[in-house]
């Protein structure tokens, strides 16, 4: 059996599953998040486990609306109530997926479930996360089970030699670019040259999948992700590993050494990312926004710092910075890639998803054109819908910021 299937069958009473079947499934950690709250009129009488739940308080944090404020103070109440520990409030905030990571929320062979259709970026601690709708997500607190049906997998194999200057983003743009959409199926990445991603790295591929529309996306564990864990919990896991002879419904093999740094154009990340030297001609920019659960990780502003050092922002180019979490923001600071990014002219905001939504700072005008490193490009994601959204790495996002237009970042970072 593939990984997603050994992980479903061992929590649905482990006995083998096949891709198509239905199962019912034992849940080890359910994340709410602070836009479930702003339902009212549901009551509920049990939690089945407190242990196993998280709330963060994510997505509009500190609260922009009276709504929001409304929906925070209930995760408030509702934790105290229940007796829920892991409340992520403001001042410990961050966005739900880099909270998982950074606090090991899920561990290796556990399944997870969140109310956020990104959920699937926790298959880098090789765990079966997936996003699910709210009211599921609210019976899975309730009664502590969910059902799944059981996918086809597509396994993804490295090979060569990741260059200078190409990051995470880079490398998922690659596989959208290989892959197209994969509606209903998983994507299982290889242990083949693994070791080249860090898990920041792996976080953002496995974040981006969901724009495949992915059921699942999940790496194997190894040292990198074990080095990882072993500094942040103390609790037991169970790594899970395909079966020899596994049955997959393709295999793509993605070459690190021939990738360069590409976009997603406007509109869609499926079939639709290009190098940026294809571009048919320069596309100027308004923003540039640099964030999300997918790259506002520590490892996208010390790349952006990198990028920005003795350079300033072009003007009329706006520069936002989102870090992922109030640790990210910390780390940040003392590394000085804050001040480094203050200096060029960047404005840096309280962890949240913020403009990635386009719920919360840096929502775009009518017509304009943002480069970002966050999670989606369709119309009205950010803004208006006659805005146009560019997603690619984050040393993309800080050179085009530079020059105005997109551009490619890797004679910023000293690759010829």
């Known amino acids: 059996m593939t990984i997603i299937e050994q992980i479903l069958a ?32 549901m009551t509920v009488r049990r939690v089945h486990d407190p242990s196993k739940v998280a709330i963060v308080l994510d997505h509009a944090a500190p609260a922009p609306t009276v709504l929001d404020a409304t929906s925070h103070q209930r995760a408030r109440r509702f934790a105290e109530e229940f007796g829920i520990t892991d409340l992520f409030d403001i001042g410990r905030q961050g966005i739900s997926h880099q909270l998982v990571l950074e606090h090991a929320l899920a561990l290796p062979g556990q399944v997870m479930a969140c109310a956020d259709s990104h959920t699937c970026a926790s298959g880098a601690l090789n ?9 599921e997500i609210l019976q899975i607190v309730c009664t502590g089970q969910t059902w799944y049906r059981v996918p086809e997998t597509v396994l993804v194999s490295f090979t060569g030699t990741k ?8 490398v998922f743009l690659a596989v959208a670019a290989e892959l197209g959409s994969i509606e209903g199926r998983a994507i299982e990445f290889a242990p083949t040259a ?29 040292d990198v992700l074990l080095d990882h864990l072993a500094a942040r919990t103390t609790k037991p896991f169970t790594p899970v590993a395909a079966s020899p002879g596994a049955a997959y419904a393709a295999h793509h093999v993605i070459d690190l050494s021939a990738i360069v740094p590409r976009v997603a154009t406007p509109g869609a990340v499926p079939g639709n990312t290009v190098p940026i030297a294809d571009l048919p001609a320069p596309v100027r920019i308004d ?52 001040e480094t990014l203050v200096e060029a002219g960047a404005v840096v905001t309280s962890s949240t998803c913020g403009a990635c939504y386009g719920g919360h700072m840096g929502l775009l005008a009518p017509g304009e054109v943002c480069i970002t490193s966050s999670t989606r490009n369709f119309e009205g994601r950010m803004g208006h819908e006659t805005a146009r959204i560019y997603l690619g790495g984050s040393a993309t996002v800080a050179a085009s910021a530079v020059t105005g237009v997109i551009t490619d970042p890797r004679p910023f970072l000293g690759v010829a």
């Open 10 to 41: 061992a929590h649905s009473g482990g006995g083998p599953v096949v891709p198509g079947q239905i199962v019912t499934c034992d849940v080890d950690r359910v994340v709410e998040l602070d836009l479930q709250f702003a339902m009212g009129g």
């Open 127 to 135: 765990c079966a996360a997936r996003g699910l709708g709210h009211l």
């Open 163 to 170: 260059p200078p200057g190409i990051a995470g983003k880079d």
């Open 194 to 222: 693994l070791d080249q991603l860090s898990m920041d790295e792996r976080s953002t591929i496995a974040t981006m999948c969901a724009e495949l529309s992915a059921e699942f996306a999940i790496f194997p564990c190894d």
């Open 287 to 338: 923003q540039a926004f640099i964030g999300s659960c997918a790259n506002g990780k520590l490892s996208d502003l010390a790349e952006a710092a990198r990028v920005l050092t003795g350079r300033h922002v072009k003007p009329g180019v706006r520069l936002l910075v989102t870090p992922a979490s109030q640790d990210v923001y910390l780390q940040a600071v003392k590394l000085g890639y804050v």
